[in-house]
């Protein structure tokens, strides 16, 4: 028996939160993952029909070393007979969560981290979801739910935020999908019925409020107490940069003058798009150097719970009582490109890493204009910090 004891539980009991990154059998199918933040979560492996399957059973956070032996031990007895754990993990959560509209979505969501941009961290999957839908719909039980229910969810947003309400749409056709892959009794065409009877929406293009390229310098001297929010500002106003890369900034990913951002980092699905080469001024190396000391874990801009939120940023223009967010000094950039600067129009789409030609252009030319947008973004730097006002004043 202790034999056996030993080769199922290989794990300290006392040492799993201190355990380096990586992955680390426990024995008989159970297994620790370690990120680099220091989080971790338990994986019961096993295989079926002759393939290997992974199924999640929760984060060090939640579910302790005892638990997560007991949950493996308890999945390894019904592999044994036969059944499928995941299948049987699924099915039990729907029925305990009463398959509720909020419970298979946050379901869905699980099942979806793998595809979304840092597995859904950011909340904005759930988002449209959250505050349109769940707050009326999310305790009835999903098989109930009919076409009028989620059109009166949606019509107050149909037209006023149309793009909010697509993405609750694309949401909701995910949610009813995954509940029909559980076995549950939905419709799946309730979505499309919905929307049937909405009607067409009237588009509004709501743009992101921006600060005129005139008004950055004067913006930019408020910036300079080095707090977290100010700093990361800063490098944002310089770089013309998202707000995603600059909060998930890695001091890994910095090399000399040049900041390469990860491809699951830059807008769009993982996958979907490349690694972005950043050129840092002389004023953005000396933002980031200021802000060192504020870096944890390998991350440049990291609060107490984590890398800053997108609320670190914006919360400092609006206390300054500024309608323009962070993302609008991207629209400054681009504006100060073409009133103040000679830059061909790929070259300065470039420097916002926009894709400005065809997908069969882009394949022939394979630069990325580094040299051309290091002298940009060095002169935009001078005109930023007030070194030098621009020719069209």
């Not at 790929?346 to 252009?361: G, T």
């Amino acid at each position: 028996m202790e034999e056996r004891m030993r080769a199922l539980h290989k794990l300290p009991s006392n040492a799993i939160t201190s355990m380096p990154a990586g992955k680390h059998e426990d024995g008989g199918g159970l297994r620790l993952v370690k990120d680099e933040t220091g989080g971790g979560y338990w994986v019961f492996r096993f295989s079926l029909h002759g393939r290997r399957r992974e199924m999640g059973l929760g984060s060090i956070q939640d579910i302790s070393l005892k638990q997560a032996r007991e949950q493996a031990a308890h999945w390894r007895s019904r592999r044994a007979l036969g059944y499928d754990p995941i299948s049987e993990r699924d099915r039990d959560r729907a029925n305990r969560l009463g398959a509720s509209l909020e419970g298979v979505t946050l379901e869905a969501f699980e099942a979806r981290k793998a595809e979304l941009k840092g597995e859904g961290k950011s909340g904005r999957w759930l988002s449209p979801l959250e505050h349109h839908i769940l707050p009326k719909l999310g305790a009835v039980p999903i098989v109930q739910i009919t076409q009028r229910d989620l059109r009166d969810c949606l019509a107050p947003i149909w037209h006023e935020k149309a793009a909010t309400a697509t993405k609750a749409v694309n949401r909701l056709k995910v949610v009813f999908g995954h509940a029909a892959a559980l076995g549950l009794d939905v419709d799946l065409q309730v979505v499309d019925k919905a929307k049937a009877l909405l009607g067409k929406q009237r588009h509004k293009v709501e743009h992101i409020p921006a600060l005129p390229w005139r008004e950055v310098p004067a913006f930019y001297t408020t910036l300079r107490e080095p707090t977290l929010g100010n700093l990361a500002l800063r490098l944002l106003i310089l770089t013309g940069v998202r707000s995603g890369p600059i909060r998930n900034l890695k001091l890994e990913d910095i090399s000399g003058d040049i900041w390469t951002v990860p491809a699951d980092d830059m807008k769009g699905r993982v996958g979907a798009v490349e690694a972005f080469r950043v050129p840092l001024s002389a004023e953005a190396l000396d933002v980031i150097e200021q802000a060192s000391p504020h870096a944890r874990n390998g991350f440049l801009f990291w609060s107490r719970k984590g890398v800053i939120s997108d609320m670190t940023m914006s919360g400092v223009m609006k206390r300054q009582g500024l309608e323009a967010r962070p993302h609008g000094f991207r629209t400054s950039l681009r504006e100060w490109l073409a009133d103040c600067t000679d830059a061909p129009h790929e070259v300065a789409e470039m420097v916002l890493a926009h894709k400005a030609d065809s997908s069969v252009v882009r394949a022939y030319r394979r630069t990325d204009f580094l040299d051309q947008r290091r002298g940009l973004l060095t002169s935009w730097a001078v005109f930023v910090t007030g070194q030098q006002v621009s020719e069209s004043d």
